[in-house]
């Protein structure tokens, strides 16, 4: 498992850190917002030679033209195998970065420095990385493990509140999955201001837990997953439209839909499920979902990387705090769930 650093002095952790590393180069991916925020509280630390790569902020460029365009950075700055990436910014940085990293030259080392809520608590802990390719979600990608992640939450001060709000939705996930205790505790009214060191730390261990248990998703792993097979598809849809959803707005439309799939198929009660409910509707408003999506986003659920062969597999609630894996639910039972999702007022 790699090394995790929970840092209040950014610069100077990352100092230290590179310090003990030995490294012919080194080199940061950042995206264009990471790069004005984020960049100023690191690039003391880096050693004056360090290279800088910056590209456009959003999921609609984790994509194989941009990795292409990193690679070629890489290539001209003369990278080789004892090379470091550095990767600053949020889940799409951390992903693509280190995919790039992790292909360039049969892999090099990397580093990730999450900037965004969602992947200090999330997407930058456990080693998937990986490119959205034709529509399709973290289609392409690998498993590997950066060298080390280092959390600070200062960086969270210049973070808009919507992707604030975004990373949330993963840590309300960690509550439902593995422990109600930290679900009631966490914050409905008021949520934009909580003690973030402490429930970032909280998250991750409960990442950790699940992922040493299970690296490569065979079985436990799977968990985490709740609220992403529906929401990797409604985040997918709306991928490319006006009203593109952020990766936690899908997964907290897919969380009211699995759910309600709990509820049906896993005995979550009705207490629960709509304590749940509540609790998703009030951060995230209800999503406008037009008629005509329904069987796209229905199709797209089938193309989920947990599915074996034709059955659509979930990870559902039995209640909260305690979820199951491969549960097979069909075509038409997810339709209902998100109709369940649209009669909500
Ligand atoms: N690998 C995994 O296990 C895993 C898990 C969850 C999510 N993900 C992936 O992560 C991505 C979503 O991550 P995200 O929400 O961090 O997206 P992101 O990287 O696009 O960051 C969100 C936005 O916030 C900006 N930003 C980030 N940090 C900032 C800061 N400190 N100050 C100002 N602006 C800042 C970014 O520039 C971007 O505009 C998705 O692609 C998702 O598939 C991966
Ligand atoms: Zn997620």
Redo the contacts with the bound molecule.
Sequence with gaps: MEFILFSSRISEDLKNYLGQLNYSQIGVIM?S??SI??YPSIAEALPIAAKIYAFP???AN?NLETCSLIWKWMTIEGFDRKSLIINL???????MGGFCAATYKRGIRFINIP??L??QV??SV?G??GIDFHGY??HIGVFTEPEAVIISDL??K???ET?LR??YA?IIKHGLIRNSNYFHCLKVEGWQNQPWRDIIEKSVAIKKEVVEKDPKESGLRKILNFGHTVGHAFESYYLNSSDHL???EAIAIGMICEAYLSHKKLGLSHEELNEIVQMLKSIYGKFNIQKEAISSIIELCSQDKKNEGKTINFSLLKQIGDCDYNISVKNEEIEESILFYQSLN
């Design positions: 995206d917002n990471t925020h984020c902020a959003g999921e984790k910014g949020g889940g799409v940085t951390g992903d900037t965004s969602l992947s999330d997407a456990g998937k990385l979600k973290n960086f969270l210049t973070l808009p992707e975004s990373g993963e952020l990766h936690g």
